[in-house]
């Protein structure tokens, strides 16, 4: 904490007049492996706007960091993370002749680590009504929702990193389902969906739950992995009105056009016996923000 703590101070010194401007927090809330990265690099791309990568602005919070100092934060690895081409996990989250580069006063900013922030709030509940009622910008929370099957499943297969290193290994990817195959047969990699990952996505069902309950409606915004990448422009704007961000011209093609036109469907790279998929259909019926996913079905 120290050590960060120093970062900020000394990346925030220059910045404090823009930094103190900003308008809007927006956090990210939700489940590991859900499109936050895409998500995030998108507002980041807006030149008003800046989204920090991995940096759990919610834990920082609870250990007592002030705001001014996560806002520069933020800001710093923001930067940083573009500088080094927006690599992570083998894709490229750099939105073409986009800013994330600008010096255009900032209005938003936020954090990506969704299913962190939940998880400490909860840890602590009062952490929420704390950041809530704190004076300062406005607070607002962004619930990006995917499919639960291909949310557990991936979360299966990339429990303990050894997909992730086999997807940044494997160079040709037209070589990566027989690879991914052998590492399965070997038991590297989850063949099946993991009890543990779907006890892990129902606890974050709960404390998402509570916590849209907790919200006012104004604050926060429900937004579809799957109505994103089947048509962007139209969620992307729905995206910036929420964070009041003003239009720029040329800005959400040049987001729609990095957009993947089909999520992944990993569901299909595990095998679900109909135990866990009766599990997880009825989380679909118990929580409302789960209910679009009601009809779905693995083969």
């Given at each position: 904490?120290?050590?960060?703590?120093?970062?900020?101070?000394?990346?925030?010194?220059?910045?404090?007049?823009?930094?103190?401007?900003?308008?809007?927090?927006?956090?990210?809330?939700?489940?590991?492996?859900?499109?936050?990265?895409?998500?995030?690099?998108?507002?980041?791309?807006?030149?008003?706007?800046?989204?920090?990568?991995?940096?759990?602005?919610?834990?920082?919070?609870?250990?007592?960091?002030?705001?001014?100092?996560?806002?520069?934060?933020?800001?710093?690895?923001?930067?940083?993370?573009?500088?080094?081409?927006?690599?992570?996990?083998?894709?490229?989250?750099?939105?073409?002749?986009?800013?994330?580069?600008?010096?255009?006063?900032?209005?938003?900013?936020?954090?990506?680590?969704?299913?962190?922030?939940?998880?400490?709030?909860?840890?602590?509940?009062?952490?929420?009504?704390?950041?809530?009622?704190?004076?300062?910008?406005?607070?607002?929370?962004?619930?990006?929702?995917?499919?639960?099957?291909?949310?557990?499943?991936?979360?299966?297969?990339?429990?303990?990193?050894?997909?992730?290193a086999l997807k940044t290994d494997t160079e040709n990817p037209a070589d990566f389902p027989q690879a991914l195959k052998d590492k399965q047969r070997e038991g590297v990699i989850a063949s099946e969906a993991l009890d543990s990952q779907i006890d892990e996505y129902i606890s974050l069902c709960r404390t998402v739950d509570e916590m849209r309950h907790k919200t006012a409606a104004d604050d926060w915004l429900?937004?579809?992995?799957?109505?994103?990448?089947?048509?962007?422009?139209?969620?992307?704007?729905?995206?910036?009105?929420?964070?009041?961000?003003?239009?720029?011209?040329?800005?959400?093609?040049?987001?729609?056009?990095?957009?993947?036109?089909?999520?992944?469907?990993?569901?299909?790279?595990?095998?679900?016996?109909?135990?866990?998929?009766?599990?997880?259909?009825?989380?679909?019926?118990?929580?409302?923000?789960?209910?679009?996913?009601?009809?779905?079905?693995?083969?």
């Amino acid at each position: 904490m120290w050590e960060l703590t120093g970062q900020a101070i000394r990346h925030g010194l220059p910045r404090q007049r823009n930094l103190r401007r900003i308008e809007t927090f927006v956090q990210f809330a939700g489940f590991p492996r859900s499109g936050h990265s895409l998500i995030g690099s998108i507002i980041d791309a807006h030149p008003q706007a800046r989204v920090s990568h991995e940096l759990d602005a919610m834990g920082l919070l609870a250990k007592g960091m002030p705001q001014l100092a996560i806002f520069a934060l933020i800001d710093r690895m923001a930067s940083e993370f573009t500088r080094h081409g927006r690599y992570w996990n083998g894709y490229c989250y750099l939105v073409p002749d986009a800013h994330h580069h600008t010096t255009a006063p900032l209005r938003v900013i936020g954090d990506k680590k969704g299913d962190a922030a939940v998880r400490w709030i909860a840890k602590n509940p009062g952490l929420l009504d704390r950041l809530q009622t704190a004076r300062g910008p406005a607070r607002k929370w962004i619930l990006v929702l995917r499919n639960p099957f291909d949310n557990i499943a991936t979360m299966s297969l990339r429990h303990g990193r050894a997909y992730d290193a086999l997807k940044t290994d494997t160079e040709n990817p037209a070589d990566f389902p027989q690879a991914l195959k052998d590492k399965q047969r070997e038991g590297v990699i989850a063949s099946e969906a993991l009890d543990s990952q779907i006890d892990e996505y129902i606890s974050l069902c709960r404390t998402v739950d509570e916590m849209r309950h907790k919200t006012a409606a104004d604050d926060w915004l429900d937004l579809s992995l799957e109505e994103l990448t089947a048509d962007p422009s139209p969620q992307i704007t729905r995206l910036i009105e929420f964070l009041d961000l003003p239009p720029v011209p040329g800005y959400v093609a040049q987001c729609a056009s990095m957009v993947n036109p089909r999520a992944n469907q990993t569901r299909d790279l595990i095998e679900w016996p109909q135990a866990k998929k009766d599990r997880v259909r009825a989380l679909c019926g118990e929580f409302s923000f789960l209910q679009r996913y009601g009809a779905d079905h693995v083969g």
